[in-house]
T-cell receptor, first 112, second 114 residues
């Protein structure tokens, strides 16, 4: 039972354009969401997070949007840079638990 | 800035052997988490510790055990290894006691069971 889903396994974007990565969840108890970036042979690197009381959080080139009614969040990267090429995981947790539940990941490729 | 340290980075074992993975959290982080990532899969939560006490438990097999020590480092002990245990094992740490706490991951230990 995949409670966090990233329906696009891969995405290619031209350098300088906007990258939009999507994530859907089914568990209405989730109240905190995070995005991680992962390079091969490395651990996930924390990028940005958002709590359920907000609908937007911004940090430099990264913005996360949360639509609670649709149980959907997205990560916008603008402008996209070659170094952004990696696998991106969204993750979710609920207040009562420590664990993160990860999505299946989206491989982002930035085309120079 | 100091990051989460995991050792060893690579480990090769035979079936039915035992393995011990170590995790050293970011200084002053008091919460440690273990995740398992199989090939082509997303990381799956195994177990977590806060202030040396188990705080949450996921899909950790009975053959595995873990603990957190007084210096906050953690060890994952795996016995009677099976081929299916071959995976990347990540440790993460965070500053507990807060409602929303980001987990920072180590580089992982790649375990291969032959």
């Amino acid at each position: 039972d995949q409670q966090v889903k990233q329906n696009s396994p891969s995405l290619s974007v031209q350098e300088g354009r906007i990258s939009i990565l999507n994530c859907d969840y089914t568990n209405s108890m989730f109240d905190y969401f995070l995005w991680y970036k992962k390079y091969p042979a490395e651990g996930p690197t924390f990028l940005i997070s958002i709590s359920s009381i907000k609908d937007k959080n911004e940090d430099g080139r990264f913005t996360v949007f949360l639509n609670k009614s649709a149980k959907h969040l997205s990560l916008h990267i603008v402008p996209s840079q070659p170094g952004d090429s990696a696998v991106y995981f969204c993750a979710a947790k609920d207040f009562g638990n420590e664990k993160l539940t990860f999505g299946t990941g989206t491989r982002l490729t930035i085309i120079p | 800035a100091a990051g989460v340290i995991q050792s060893p980075r690579h480990l090769i074992k035979e079936k039915r052997e035992t393995a011990t993975l170590k995790c050293y959290p970011i200084p002053r982080h008091d919460t440690v988490y273990w995740y398992q990532q199989g090939p082509g899969q997303d990381p799956q939560f195994l177990i977590s510790f806060y202030e040396k006490m188990q705080s949450d438990k996921g899909s950790i097999p009975d053959r595995f055990s873990a603990q957190q020590f007084s210096d906050y480092h953690s060890e994952l002990n795996m016995s009677s290894l099976e081929l299916g245990d071959s995976a990347l094992y990540f440790c993460a740490s965070s500053l507990g006691g807060t409602i929303y706490n980001e987990q920072f991951f180590g580089p992982g230990t790649r375990l291969t069971v032959l």
